[in-house]
Structure formats: structure tokens, C-alpha cells
């Protein structure tokens, strides 16, 4: 059965780090478009990064650029989300989600937008507070 595994959430000050994975089934890792959202209290579901496992295309949010590093390891069907300088804004439920209807490519990118990913993980919690 096709699912994502999020994990790597927990609480931290602000300016520290965390390290997100999505583990994936194959069938929904190869070849194909993996994004990090996340959710914030009292907010809708935003895009943080995507990244094809194909490919070398990755793409980010304004608010993460140069913050926050996507990745993948294709021997663990594993997409990465490096967090650093985290500050408060930050903190939220991230989820993990597939292009299930395959709409981007490894040479022209990923859709950006939530409604776009169509299978989602059960999500990891992000603290960052003094």
C-alpha cells in the first residue's frame, strides 16, 4: 500500500536545527515529485519545498530560501528537509505529500500549491520557542 512516513519533528530554540525525512514507498518515490508543507496554527496549508527524485530540481518558498534544504537518498526512498535558523514562525505540523497525478518533471519541476499533491503523510510537529 502506497503511504509517506514523516519524522524528525520536535522543539527547539530559536537559530537551532532540525532534520525532517519522508520515507516513501516505492511506488510513490520513483521518478516522481515529493513536497514538504506545513501548517501553522489557525493558518491554511502552505508549500515549504519540493524536489523531483529524478532530477536534480528543488524549489522553495520565499520565506524558507536559504534556511531550509531539500534533499533526497534514492537507496532509502527518503526525501530530507534540513532546518536551520528556525524562528518561531516556523513552528508547525509539517506533512510530507506526492504529485500523485504526476504533474511535474525532473526537467521543467515541481506544482508548488497543496492542492497539487494529492497523498499526504500523517505529518511531524515543529516547536521552535524560547
Known amino acids: 500500500q502506497a503511504h509517506l512516513v514523516e519524522s524528525g519533528g520536535g522543539s527547539v530554540m530559536p537559530g537551532g536545527s532540525l532534520r525532517l525525512s519522508c520515507l516513501a514507498s516505492s511506488d510513490i518515490y520513483n521518478d516522481n515529485c515529493l513536497g514538504w508543507f506545513r501548517q501553522r496554527p489557525g493558518k491554511e496549508r502552505e508549500e515549504v519545498a519540493q524536489?523531483?527524485?529524478?532530477?536534480?530540481?528543488?524549489q522553495y518558498a520565499g520565506s524558507v530560501r536559504g534556511r531550509f534544504t531539500i534533499s533526497r537518498d534514492n537507496a532509502k526512498n527518503t526525501v530530507y528537509l534540513q532546518m536551520y535558523g528556525l524562528k518561531p514562525e516556523d513552528s508547525g505540523t509539517y506533512y510530507c505529500?506526492?504529485?500523485?497525478?504526476?504533474?511535474?518533471?525532473?526537467?521543467?519541476?515541481?506544482?508548488?500549491?497543496?492542492?497539487?499533491?494529492?497523498?499526504w503523510g500523517q505529518g511531524t510537529q515543529v516547536t521552535v520557542s524560547s
Open positions: 524536489i523531483h527524485t529524478g532530477g536534480d530540481t528543488t
Open positions: 505529500a506526492e504529485d500523485t497525478e504526476r504533474i511535474g518533471g525532473a526537467l521543467y519541476g515541481c506544482p508548488v500549491k497543496a492542492h497539487d499533491f494529492g497523498a
